[in-house]
């Protein structure tokens, strides 16, 4: 399909992890759309991690947006200059005090394609083991909870993980039976 021209472009909000912009696009059927609004946002990873025990590793933190608990993945923004593995994996230290050595790429997808411009990676660290003490940012409040996998399955399926984001990956990895 014929991607949209962008007519003209201006910039409504520009700060540190979020643009928003306002365009006036021609589709390809010359049809106008007056105000399209683009949402650029950092690309940001997650981690799947399955410890030895047969837990799972996840974080517990308070969501302004949903205005409670969120019971989610370790994840954050890919910092410039690093892959996606390599913030999946500093995340998961900083947030958890959890390493890992083996490490597979889960998914990676548009957030929301419509409008939304960032990319969320997804990987699956095996083995995970505590070996230090957690070291979140000043600005995150993160509990560390342990899961047993039979338990992160019903979690997702009893809405006790809200994360839209984060249960694709959860149910793509029981499928190829990483979770097993």
Known sequence: MKPWSVLDSQTLLDRKWLRVKQERVELASGAQIDEFHVIEA???TAVLALRD???VVLVEQYRHGLGGTSREL???????GETPLQAAQRELLEETGHAADDWRELLTVQTEPVRHTARAHFFFARGA???????PMPDEDIRVTLMPVAGLLQAVEGGAIVHGMHIGPI?????RGWLD
């Open 42 to 44: 950092p690309s940001w």
């Open 53 to 55: 025990d047969g837990q």
């Open 74 to 80: 370790p994840a954050g923004v890919i910092d410039p």
């Open 129 to 135: 083991r505590a070996v230090a003490a957690p070291t």
């Open 171 to 175: 149910l793509l990895a029981a499928r």
